[in-house]
């Protein structure tokens, strides 16, 4: 059974860091681009960063210079790490596993974790 379990969200202020974190397991980890998604209320879902099993990363404008994705296949493991947060950042975080073109090899993704970001 396939499971992403994403934990570290919290409540912060302005210019603090949080680092994120997805377990996975069920599927072969290195095998799958992993992503960090978020959703604000009343906003689609947006990529916050990617990166592929060969450890190419993907950053969205927003957070380029502030967030980095990284990941340890041997604990099966996805991180962001969130620096310089804004209130802006404030949404859902959610923990992407995908493979092969429109995810035809295995999509799938957790359950999010809440970011709030506020003075």
Known sequence: QVQLVESGG?????GASLRLSCVASGYIFSLYAMGWYRQAPGKQR???ASITGG?????????KGRFMISRDNAKSTASLQ???LKPEDTA????NARRGILGTGGDYWGQGTQVTVSS
């Open 55 to 63: 450890g190419t990363t993907n950053y969205a404008d927003s957070v």
């Open 92 to 95: 859902v975080y959610y923990c």
């Open 82 to 84: 969130m620096n310089s």
């Open 46 to 48: 947006e990529l916050v």
């Open 10 to 14: 919290g409540l912060v202020q302005p």
